[in-house]
């Protein structure tokens, strides 16, 4: 049994020096680099807006981009269907980013803020 104990604590090493080794643990967390573009084009930076309004913007796909994700206040905004409705008065952050077929996001990205009255 003092043996079996041995070859359980090597293993437990081996697999330490492996996590500590420096390798991403998720290589899909680095956003890619294809040569996308994105424009937010409405509204625009430092705007007014009314509690619910149209978001308007450009993608220039690059090697991988499928689609974009956007987001308010830093929360994925799943199906969004392009106007943010019933929005709290005040600022609030709103990002686009672009995405491949998987989800996996890319570096083309804009990011403004607005003021809802």
Known sequence: MHVMGRIG?????IALV???SGAPVFAADKPIEDGSKIAITSPKDGDKV????ELKY???KGS???HAHVYLDDQYQKGFGGTFKG???GKHKVTVTGATKDHALLT????INVEVQ
Not at 9 to 13: A, C, E, R, S, V
Not at 50 to 53: C, Q, R, T
């Open 9 to 13: 604590f090597m293993g437990l090493g």
């Open 18 to 20: 492996g996590a500590l």
């Open 50 to 53: 009314s509690d619910s309004f």
């Open 58 to 60: 450009d993608l220039t």
């Open 64 to 66: 991988q981009a499928a």
């Open 87 to 89: 929005l709290t008065k």
């Open 108 to 111: 083309a990205t804009q990011t």
